[in-house]
């Protein structure tokens, strides 16, 4: 069962007059017998006697309701225990409301729930806190609204700080050796942090009330939540692991690391050496937020700053942006102010100087001056506008001359006429080219139609003699043996007269 556990609520009294109250416990104190310290050995040996002789009678079956069992059980425990010293460590300290401090003590393996109330508590000479070992006197009794049993301590007696605490301060001193601690070290929060870095756990109730704080001050905050374990076996390298985490993101100006309150076993991953030199070593500054306010961790001490609660660190982070605000709205009603009280002095100023016997007409010569300045600035914008209307036609005429002479616009008119004479030319030479070649076509085709290459082509042949000096135009122009050429379309033949054939009268051709 863990130490949260066992403090989910607060045991107070029960009205039940079984039960000791803060009204009578020191009535019940001063009432006891003084031979209570040392019961006689025969009064036990009794008590002995007469539980082996229920033992041997007949088993009676009772049921007992949860509440008489409950009693039963606390009325053995007040007899058997009506007081006892104890030692231990103190966990867990607190006073609630009622004045009455709960804690519990404990040791290396068990441990008991305790209180001491309001009465005795006064008399003490010194301040009980965790992690002190002390020796403690009073008696056992049961908290009947739970059934759970605890020791009510009527004197605690302090006897040197417990293991826990005593390695806190020695990590202390070294860190402070160190110069973690000093003040110098420490840097200023950003004015207005855009990205605000949170390292804590997801479950508690820390980041619910930084995110609410956050959000009804600071709505546009950009925040980052590198989720960690705040308590248990491993929970500091988990938290150095997630400082580390949030340092390399990019952009995050400030760092929120912290949980809520606790024990000072669970509240430990704080005070571990691992977190402290993380927080030492984060390029961002750091603000530690572990526990309430009472609670103050190595975190806190080596941090850059404080803050008592995760609530509160929320609130530290946005303070500067209320600052701001505060400070330009008192700007702007000083501002305000002033400019007020300003003219309020010169209205009434001038009402003063009005009122003057000197000034009664003034007004009226005012009122005159202003009617004669009205009348001059008429007469002298008459006298302006028609000189510089004369001038305007003035300009005018000589920009129309000027126009006439402008050589851009003679040679914009010579290059639209050059453009315009490129454009026929171009045209007279295309008409004259189409011309050429019709022309052309027509000569070729006569040439085509008179060639003996066409002739040829058409199957005929030309003879030539053997030398190809002429041509053989009758068979008499040869004789029989001689050599002859004969041209083809395509080629050309070596040829030897054989025979010469006559044509007849009707074969010859026309002449």
């Known amino acids: 069962m863990s130490t949260d556990d066992l403090f989910d609520l607060p045991f107070e009294e029960d ?33 002995i006697g007469a539980a082996a002789a229920r033992a041997r009678a007949p088993i009676e079956r009772r049921i007992l309701t949860v509440t008489e069992l409950t009693v039963r059980v606390r009325d053995l425990l007040e007899t058997e225990f009506l007081e006892v010293w104890v030692e231990g460590e103190l966990s867990n300290c607190r006073v609630w409301n009622t004045g009455h401090l709960y804690f519990t003590l404990k040791d290396s ?59 806190v301060d020695q990590l202390k001193q070294r860190l402070q ?26 479950d508690g109730a820390a980041i619910h009330d930084i995110v609410k704080v956050l959000r009804r001050r600071y709505a546009n905050a950009h925040v980052i939540v590198r989720p960690t374990r705040v308590q248990g076996e491993g929970a500091a390298g988990d938290v150095a692991r997630g400082l580390r985490a949030i340092g390399r993101v990019p952009g995050v100006d400030v760092v929120i690391v912290g949980r809520g309150g606790g024990s000072i076993e669970d509240l430990w991953a704080f005070n571990e050496e691992i977190v402290a030199r993380a927080i030492a070593l984060s390029p961002i500054p750091v603000i530690s937020a ?53 003219v309020q002095g010169l209205s009434r100023r001038v009402h003063a100087i009005a009122g003057r016997p000197a000034f009664s007409g003034f007004p009226g010569r005012v009122a005159m001056r202003g009617r004669h300045a009205a009348e001059l600035t008429h007469t002298a914008s008459r006298l302006i506008g ?68 066409s002739v040829l082509a058409r199957g005929y042949a030309v003879c030539w003699t053997g030398d190809r000096t002429r041509l053989v135009r009758a068979a008499s122009d040869v004789a029989v043996g001689d050599p002859v050429k004969v041209t083809l379309a395509h080629g050309e033949l070596g040829c030897e007269v054989r025979a010469i054939e006559k044509l007849s009268a009707e074969e010859q051709p026309d002449s």
């Open 386 to 453: 028609s000189v510089l209307a004369v001038r305007d036609r003035r300009l005018q005429q000589l920009e129309r001359q000027l126009v006439t002479f402008d050589v851009g616009r003679r040679l914009a008119a010579i290059r639209t006429r050059l453009v315009g004479a490129d454009g026929r030319l171009r045209g007279a030479m295309t008409r004259r080219q189409h011309r050429a070649a019709a022309h052309l076509s027509n000569r070729v085709g006569r040439l085509e139609t008179l060639s003996p290459l």
């Open 109 to 167: 393996a068990t441990q008991i729930r305790a209180v001491i109330f309001r009465s005795a508590l006064r008399y003490l000479r010194f301040k009980p806190a965790d992690g002190l070992r002390v020796v403690a006197r009073g008696r056992l009794s049961v908290y009947e609204p739970k059934g759970e049993y605890q020791l009510v301590c009527e004197h605690l007696e302090p006897q040197g700080l417990g293991a826990l605490q005593l390695a």
């Open 290 to 342: 572990v526990g309430h306010e009472s609670d103050v961790t190595i975190a806190d001490l080596v941090a850059d700053l404080r803050a008592p609660t995760p609530s509160a660190a929320a609130e530290l982070v946005v303070s500067a942006k209320d600052d701001f605000c505060s400070r330009i709205d008192r700007l702007h009603d000083r501002l305000r102010s002033a400019t007020r009280a300003r």
């Open 177 to 202: 050796r160190e110069g973690l601690f000093d003040q110098a070290r420490k840097r200023p929060l950003p004015s207005l942090p855009r990205k605000i870095g949170v390292v804590t756990s997801l």
């Open 15 to 47: 009205d039940d007059p079984a039960q000791p109250t803060a009204a009578n416990e020191a009535e019940t104190t001063s009432s006891r017998p003084a031979q209570a310290d040392a019961l006689p050995d025969i009064e036990a040996s009794g008590a």
